[in-house]
């Protein structure tokens, strides 16, 4: 139930750094999935083409690492590490 | 010329609150009020749809962690109807004592950890905790009091796994009970101790005037069985809800909007109960309501926080009550035959009336099913309060206006309560 929340927070958080960044087209995001997350990486993958699509981030390459720490602080939430951007001959 | 650059974020993505609030402003007046919920629908009707009969407690139970009690026993009253066998003696006082246990969960969880810290001034239960530790702590027990009575009698807490068309899987010895009926002592004093205690918080003038729905039975303070009454005069049996009451798909919504057909909005939950129910109160409970000043009526939702308290007194003093009669019936469940039919449930969510229907073939196999929650049957009613209340506070900044918008949700105690700290209120207009 809280995926698409989750994924509106994700989508927006990129879409602003491509902001910042000048950036026509997103092309990766890399984002690491703690192991209390509920999510698998191919689960996750599923939600972020669904929520990427129309938007400068479709077709981005996704990178996700899963973590099997239960015990990391962060065990629960879904960190994003980096965004890759083309940025469109405007830098 | 075309650059590929990588940015490092290290952004906690969030889950955002499955709520939202819409103020429309026009010439300084409130024009709207919109409560949207994002949370997307489960379709758990169309899911029953094929399985069989006894599935159907045990599915709907994962609708809410909070009353999965409420549905599981609509889904039993509803199937029993529809084999034409009542349960009766010992059982039906164990699903009473069952919900006894949810009322306690739920109602403490809101009275303590939602509803008290905006009264005293607090944005939660842990910074309550800081200043008020006794008083967080008497709440946290009480809590697991609720918690112990639905874990001994069905198994676990959240989702519990022992009841079943009939009456249950297995049914506990006296003694299973021995250690928790010590503990209700504790837990009915200190029930009462918190009617006192929320009498005492400082409460708005604020008394909308609403039609209240709530099960109506001839001599208890309903869980299970009753008719469905209003404060309005309506009064009619289960089986006939759905000639009296609709919901509407709205389009800022995804949850429906209940109304009654004739009239309109209606409220349900514990003033509703209240306000039909009081003479059937124990006489412990209805003393801690008239030293609170409820009075024979209580119109003021700020004051559903008193309501809930009185509520737990009753959950506690009747937990007692069937305890102390309690003799293990031979049998866990009574027997039936399973036929093709149609059945009913409407029994008391701590949120208000919950209305189950199912149709069944002759194996058993659900063909349809319907499911009304509380929550859905309210939103049109809360929805109207809240544009009563903006209007007297429309002068207040955003900021203050959000945290007031908080509050007064979380007088409904709606199933999205817990999001509603993250309630993003929008106003538009001038």
């Known amino acids: 139930m809280h995926e698409l929340s989750l994924m509106k927070s994700l989508m927006r958080k990129v879409d602003e750094v491509a902001d910042r960044e000048g950036a026509g087209r997103v092309l990766g995001v890399k984002v690491w999935l703690g192991a209390l997350s509920h999510f698998s990486p191919s689960h996750f993958e599923e939600h972020f083409v669904q929520a990427a699509t129309g938007t400068r981030a479709e077709g981005a390459r996704l990178d996700c690492v899963l973590s099997d720490d239960i015990g990391h602080p962060h065990a629960q939430d879904v960190l994003i590490e980096s965004v890759l951007v083309d940025r469109d001959g405007q830098g | 010329m075309s650059e590929a650059r990588e940015i490092k974020v290290d952004y906690l993505a969030r889950v955002e609150g499955e709520g939202g609030m819409t103020v429309k402003v026009r010439d300084g007046k409130v024009e709207d009020v919109q409560v949207r919920i994002y ?61 006894c246990g949810e009322w306690i969960e739920s109602h403490v969880l809101h009275v303590y950890m939602l509803h008290a810290p905006d009264f005293l001034g607090y944005q939660d239960a842990i910074s309550l905790a800081r200043d008020h530790r006794a008083v967080v702590e008497q709440g946290l027990r009480l809590k697991k009091i609720g918690n112990e009575i639905v874990t001994t009698l069905a198994g676990r807490e959240i989702h519990p796994i022992n009841v079943r068309v009939g009456g249950f899987y297995r049914v506990p010895l006296r003694e299973d009970f021995a250690k928790l009926r010590k503990e209700l002592d504790w837990a009915l004093d200190a029930a009462v101790k918190t009617v006192d205690f929320v009498a005492g918080l400082p409460f708005p003038d604020f008394e ?10 001839p001599e208890e303070y309903p869980f299970n069985e009753g008719d469905i009454a209003s404060t309005a005069g309506l009064r009619i049996k289960k089986d006939d809800f759905l000639e009296h009451f609709e919901e509407l798909h709205v389009r800022h919504s995804n949850a429906l909007h209940g109304r009654i057909k004739a009239r309109g909005p209606y409220f349900v939950g514990p003033q509703a109960r209240y306000n039909l129910n009081r003479d059937r ?13 409820l009075g024979a009526r209580c119109d003021n939702p700020f004051k559903s926080i008193v309501v809930r308290a009185v509520e737990t007194v009753e959950a506690c003093a009747e937990a007692i009550r069937i305890l102390d009669a309690y003799e293990r019936p031979d049998r866990p469940f009574v027997d039936y035959e399973i036929k093709a039919g149609v059945g009913h449930g409407c029994t008391e969510a ?36 809240l544009r009563h209340f903006v209007t007297e506070h429309i002068d207040l900044d955003q900021e203050n206006l959000t945290w ?26 001038d």
């Open chain 2, 208 to 217: 909308p005037q609403h039609e209240y729905v709530a099960l109506l039975h």
């Open chain 2, 404 to 429: 007031k918008c908080e509050q007064a949700i979380r007088n409904y105690d709606p199933c999205i309560s817990c999001a509603t700290h993250f309630l993003k209120l929008e106003i538009d207009g």
């Open chain 2, 350 to 385: 701590p949120r208000g009336i919950l209305y189950h229907r199912y149709e069944v073939d002759e194996k058993g196999d659900i063909v349809s099913a319907r499911i009304i929650p509380p929550t859905a049957q309210n939103l049109p009613a809360i929805e109207a309060d």
């Open chain 2, 39 to 99: 949370e997307p629908p489960r379709f758990f009707e169309a899911f029953l749809r094929g399985r069989k009969y006894i599935e159907a407690s045990d599915i709907t139970a994962r609708i809410c962690g909070i009353c999965p009690v409420a549905y599981q026993m609509s889904a039993v009253h509803a199937m029993e109807q529809a084999f034409g066998v009542t349960v009766g003696g010992q059982l039906r006082e164990l699903r009473r004592l069952l919900y």
């Open chain 2, 281 to 293: 109160l124990s006489p412990i409970a209805r003393e801690a309501a008239d030293r609170a000043g």
